[in-house]
């Protein structure tokens, strides 16, 4: 199913992100905390599309699977941009993103 092979690959790229804030990355610490929240939430994608792929309903696992995706990479993606230039005004994607991940796993409950 094509949900493990991305929550393969979201998993394995926030591990990256992850080591990569810990020892690449040189901003304040307040950016900081930014980049390990877009890790946190990029893990959890991860780990949700894992969930999403065991769910008995075909479209359950469809929809819950893109908006978790597209979730992950609007809100982690959004919070990456902001803590690597360290500028808030790109953060704009950040709240879709949000609301996507909050419908993936409304989907796994309502289909």
């Known amino acids: 199913m094509w949900q493990v092979r991305a929550a393969g690959l979201l998993g394995g790229s926030s591990v990256a992100a992850g080591a990569y804030g810990a020892h690449g990355l040189k901003v304040s610490e307040e950016y900081k905390t930014i980049w390990r929240t877009a890790v946190q939430y990029h893990q959890f994608a991860a780990v949700s599309l894992l969930a999403a792929a065991a769910v008995p ?7 819950s699977g893109v908006g978790i995706l597209a979730g992950a990479a609007a809100f982690s993606g959004s919070n990456y941009a902001v803590a690597f230039y360290e500028d808030r005004s790109l953060a704009k994607l950040g709240p879709y993103g949000g609301m996507s991940l909050i419908g993936g796993w409304l989907a796994l409950t309502v289909l």
Not at 57 to 63: E, Q
Request: without cysteine; hydrophobic residues 55%.
């Open 57 to 63: 309903s075909a479209r359950a696992r469809l929809v």
